[in-house]
């Protein structure tokens, strides 16, 4: 019969004699029918419902040490069974346990290894019903999977203009108002020995767009996919990346580009 502790066997053992159906005991105390029959057939046999004497081999770990696995994985969910290992005081018995044994105390608790809710690295140890329960659920937001960032920058051989952190798309009217008005047209206006050398995205090669830079005069070079401003893009990803403190989500990526 599958291990149930013994306050469940007693408390099932008086459902089952004040007359409660052999799967309503199951149902309360969360465990299969079969398992309750074989309880009610023991009592009616050797009147306990204690196991029976076995020749397995003796329990490696004491009560206190039962107590302190569990205690100590009910305040840590995230706690691997192999850390629990080193720390378990040994005795005359057992110098050493495994993480297996370690395991076995948790599941008799009723404690098993599950993932989080949220995804991520390792397994947190839970009951029955706590799937959702804060100390179950592992809140995470990774850089690259949390989010992006679209910016806006320009180039030459001796200058650069701003970098520029644009919200959400860009299209060819906010291409115009918020980085051709405030930013290139001031440049090229310091610099008028200069042109301008986009890439053939939409909101760059718009009508508007191309009618506006031509009513300011602007020269626009053709793009071609040897820009050179990839290579600051490819610098400024190495810099995000070797940080010490990555960012932790798109504010923090956002400021990390602009510093």
Known sequence: MPRVPA?????????????????????????NVLTVRQLRQRYSETGRTADRPCSDRPRVTTPAQDRYIRTSHL????????????????????????AQTVRNRLREAGLRACRPVVRGDGRVYRRRNERYTETCTLERDRFGGGGSVMVWGGISQHHRTELFVTAGNLNAVRYREDI???????????????????DNATSN??????????????????????????????LLDRRVRARAIPPRNVRELAGALVE
């Open 7 to 31: 306050h469940l066997r007693e408390h099932a053992l008086g459902m089952l004699q004040g007359g409660m159906r052999t799967a309503d005991v199951a149902r309360a105390i969360t465990c």
């Open 75 to 98: 305040r840590d969910r995230y706690r691997m069974a192999t850390t629990t290992t080193d720390r378990v005081t040994p005795g005359t018995h057992n110098p050493s346990i495994s």
């Open 180 to 198: 051709l008005l405030p930013h290139v047209v001031p440049f090229l206006q310091a610099h008028p020995d200069m042109t301008i050398q986009h």
């Open 205 to 234: 090669t718009a009508r508007s767009v191309c009618d506006f830079l031509q009513d300011r005069n602007v020269s626009v070079a053709n793009a071609n996919d040897l820009n050179p401003i990839e290579h600051a893009w490819d």
